[in-house]
DNA sequence: CACTCCCGCCAGGGA
DNA sequence: TCCCTGGCGGGAGTG
């Protein structure tokens, strides 16, 4: 394809003047260059040139595989062979266009045109489902899935440029990711829930819902006021309200790296774009955007004031390019909205659902270059840290994202750096990590910065929380608690950095740090997770609930509510492609339109009485489930704090919490929510759900978070780890059917009845940890302090293997309830062997090394954990390995519903269930990581 | 005519 | 300097 450029660039000086349009109707020209020519015979049909020469043709180019294939394939499709032959073209332009102009010759106009693919058969959408069709949904990790944009777009016959605009959208969604130049990798689905949560959190975060509503308001305005003064300027308050924002590329932890070269440019609009885009989708609650106000807003996000028309038909033009392929993904569907106005061409979404998981997670937006710290090495200043994180100047790999900017900010007031991040060990298990090597830099400084802020917020954390009372710290050890932050929105001078934070890019090689925001408090904790595969967050909240992100990368879970991201709109129908109607009356919504924005406006207020009622109802739900635990007392007040944190994203709100009430599961609290939309994007199913048998749970670790409350006071739901269950559809119907699930009543030997809410399957339950309650007191410096796995940890050298999040996690609960030595690393992932945290890793929480035998033991028999070591005792070997590797033996799968229910989120039967297309892959990937039940040795 | 969106010019910038 | 990238908008195709 290079030659391809090439030769249009030099076409175009010969043919400049020679629109190739024409050429496509108009006999091709002698003196066509080779760009003309090449127009021409892709657009004209090549019954002359013969097959043949498509062989000869790639004389440059290495003879592929699917070189045969093309040739059969355009033999059977004269559009293929066309473009065959325009591939041809580019290195044989000559004999090509003879080609051709024996073939015009020897059609008339009309042959000729009709020889002529249509202009749908070059739509970008079907180039793009060629394109998709070409690599796996799910392509086994470590496979080496590489893309040659230069031989995609040969085999495709088409234009690189065009495959540009496919890999650009691709790349938003973190399908593929740039490995050099021409060079792309492809990672199929397995980010794509990720970063689907990634990209509502931060549209979340951007409040597109308010500036959804703000245009409609406006448009509603227009068409009873008619005042175009007054729409002028209600338009520019609503791109207004972008003007700060900045366009940045939302980046998945370990992914950046890649993209990064990629950044060097400085647009990449067509990336942001489509993110955008995806996220105007995912806060609208009627998941229909229409062009007009995407095009809209992401003006209003570029330029303000430049809302001329060209913009808006440039945006719109990209729009469509976006939407071409994100409807070749599925994930959107076109349909007109038909309001007041008139019919307006709209795309409704078709994805996965996402929820907004863990809160206080926040994608990374861009992350440069780290310098790798390790424990040994001095820890990053907080310039330093900055500067790697928001490089200024030079290739910024990435575009931060203004969350970051945040954080920045928060870094620099806060000084203090606690611990250096671990010294990450490179584990490469994608494809896609050639350039890991600089991640685990990246990776330290970020968990520096997140220590940082965590441990100045741990005091407050200790003030907020009274889990001291309840638990006392027998574990830790100064060194055990892990810079952990309290983040408290009301008081936090940074109340965004918890979002800010939030996610963090995932590398291989590197720990990622994780922030653990409280719900309301706005109590955070950090967890270093081993960045690669699982790319788990977790959440650590002051109320011991654990979240386990279903990666790293996911964006906080900022509370959006979906249900109450309601989108004000006109009385909407909308009309799908195939002729139903889909008719969405929210026209008493736009009464209180104003209303509503008002209250927007005045979020703290609304916040409160959100987090009042949300509170209210977790108690009720509690009192109604009987629930009776230590958590309640800590948890209350825990909760009472949640909102607050949630206020930050509330204010996009407007919908009337008894809206929400149908969605009480998702309204419960983030936790609760998070739980609940993945499970919902998992597409778990209904009846199983439903369930009572944890066992036959999908999800490792369910816990109603808000019902199961163990003795101990802890609660530690975690969500499970979405990795794989990307495509999980569930249709409104499951959906529905899950939140009205009857809570499932679990059965806890220890802890007596746990009910769980189906919806709530991703909270994790972790009974052992509530065995001694007594014991396992944890005191408030301890419990602010998130356990951090060390790197080194979680990389530990003797393995190679992937720490998965789940695992992450597990250890964090473990260490951190002093079940376990810090030096202890217990594997949820079957597959990762339980590995001794190495000597050398720092800021590993020092865990009491006596963990009781009882504990273990009702760990064995409670938690059903997999097995692994405890104490740096027994723990049954298994062999090491790759998680990424696919093929899994369905045992695995059942183990894993039987481990500890961890969130192991590619594990879990949800994920299953939610590749309906490449279920066998799916399958096998699930089984990748394996939950094994943990089988304590007695010792 | 409006909607779609293909096509490829051309500039930025990395190698 | 080469040429990879990708913004951009003209204008063709479609309904």
Redesign the pocket.
Known sequence: ??????A??????N??S????????TPLKQSATS??V???I??NSGPLTTPPKLKEIPLGDPWTPTTNLKILISAASPEIRNREQKKGLQDSGSEILEAKHCLQEHLSGDEY?KS????????????CHKFLARYPNYPITGDSNYIC??EVAEELT?????I??I??VL?SLHMVS?L?????AWHGRHNLSKTLQTLKKVGEDNKYMQQIQLIKKREYENEFELDGEKNEETATKTIGINEHSEMCFVELPGMEFRAA?????????????SQKFVMLFLVSTPQIVS?EVAAKILIGE?HVEDLDK??F??????L??I??VL?SLELIK?V?VTEER?????FKWTGPEVLSDIQGTKPVSTVSTFIQSNSAEPKPSKEQCSKNLFPTR??QIFTRHPSLMKLVKTIESDRRIHSAPTSPVKTSTTGCDQNSSTFPSKMAQLAAICKQQLEDQSSELKMRTKLSSNLECNLAAPESILKSETYTTSTSPNPSLVHSLGVLPLSHNSVSPVMLPHPHAGVSYTIYLHPSQAQTATTYSPNFVLQSLPCTNVTGVKTALEANSKVLCGKMITEEGDGNVVKDDTRNFLNAKETKITKIESTPRSFLKRSQALQENNLIKKCKHGQKSLGVSMGESVKNERPSSRALHMDTEVVSFQERGQIECENLDQNMECCCDKERREGFPEDQSKTNNTQERPVPFAVHAHEALFPSGYLIPIARCTQHSNETTFSNKEKAGICSLQPATYNSPITGVIPVTASELTAVNIPAFHVTPMNIMVSPSSIAAAPVVNSSCLNSGHTNSVQNPSSSILNFTLQHLGLIPASVQVSANPVLQSVPISPKAEHVNMVSENVNSQREKVLKNESQIPDCELNGKSVAAIPLQQPSVPAKPKESQVVTENFFRTPGGPNTIASLSSFPENSDRAFQRTLTIPQRKLEVSDD
């Open positions: 394809m290079d030659r391809c450029g090439v249009g660039t030099e076409g175009k000086e043919c400049s020679e629109p190739c349009k024409s050429t496509l109707k760009h003309s090449l127009g021409e892709q657009s045109e002529q693919p249509s202009r749908k058969e070059k739509s970008l959408g079907l180039l944009l230069d088409v234009e690189r440029r065009r540009y605009d890999v650009n790349e740039r050099a130049k021409n060079r792309y070269s990629v950044n060097s440019r400085k647009d990449k609009s067509l990336r942001v774009m062009l570029d060209s913009k038909k440039t945006k719109i033009r990209r469509y390019d939407a071409n409807s076109k007109h008139g019919r307006k061409p709209a030079g290739k």
